[in-house]
């Protein structure tokens, strides 16, 4: 069975400054994805970013980068130049795959608060 | 923007009444899913959907059904509702078959009294 561990509760970071959110995970199958959302106090769920794990660069979409170490089942998050925005929720996910491509299984979350 | 609508967005029950959840998609996605979010936990997957009139359990799928009549529609329902099933709930489509990309609608707000 697929887990996700995220072992932040709390993140503070100064406005500017760069961040990681941690994110572990733990599957017996050779393929999958993994997922960073961002929840806002709105409450939506925003995708950020994706990594298959036959990726062989670390994914990167503006802003965030997801360092991927597959020997040590790592999917950290990297926020750099945090905005005084960024301050969220953020969720780290896997997908299975075959029939249950899309199920994701999440992780409790890390609560990022940035600062001025 | 993924052409997700869910509705209605906040619901307040009482215990025991029928409740039915909308999710609405504009871009003829295969896939459909819905998710419950509770405080403590991230999103658990209630059931999902890969085509017109298949549909499947997720992990926390007591006390739920589902239909999707047609390619845009996935309904949730919840037959006789309680007050362990106050939660938000997302629905979520995903793009394409490769899995890699998974879009979330903006979340219903059901509180059961």
């Known amino acids: 069975a697929q887990k996700i561990t995220q072992t932040q509760p709390g993140m503070f970071v100064q406005e500017k400054e760069a961040v990681t959110l941690d994110c572990t995970y733990d599957?017996?199958?050779?393929?999958?994805?993994l997922f960073w959302y961002k929840q806002p106090s709105s409450g939506e769920m925003i995708f950020l970013i994706y990594?298959?794990?036959?990726?062989?660069q670390n994914a990167t979409e503006g802003r965030y980068s997801l360092n991927f170490q597959k020997a040590r089942k790592s999917a950290n998050l990297v926020i750099s130049a945090s905005q005084l925005g960024d301050s969220a929720m953020y969720f780290c996910?896997?997908?299975?795959?075959?029939?249950?491509?899309?199920?994701?299984?999440f992780g409790r979350g890390t609560q990022l608060t940035v600062w001025p | 923007d993924a052409g997700i609508t869910q509705s209605p967005r906040h619901k307040v029950t009482e215990t025991g009444t029928p409740v039915t959840l909308r999710c609405h998609q504009t871009?003829?996605?295969?896939?459909m899913y819905w998710y419950r979010q509770d405080p403590g936990h991230g999103l658990r997957l209630i059931h999902y959907?890969?085509?017109?009139?298949?549909?499947d359990k997720g992990e926390v799928s007591d006390g739920y059904s589902v239909s999707r009549s047609k390619t845009e529609d996935f309904l949730l329902t919840l037959e006789s509702a309680t007050s362990s099933q106050t939660s938000v709930y997302f629905c979520?489509?995903?793009?394409?078959?490769?899995?890699?990309?998974?879009?979330f609608g903006e979340g219903s707000w059901l509180t059961v009294v």
């Open positions: 996910a896997m997908r299975g795959r075959g029939s249950t491509l899309g199920r994701l299984y």
């Open positions: 599957t017996s199958d050779p393929s999958y994805g």
């Open positions: 990594q298959g794990s036959y990726d062989q």
């Open positions: 871009e003829n996605h295969r896939y």
């Open positions: 959907s890969y085509g017109v009139k298949d549909t």
């Open positions: 979520a489509i995903q793009q394409g078959n490769s899995g890699n990309t998974i879009y």
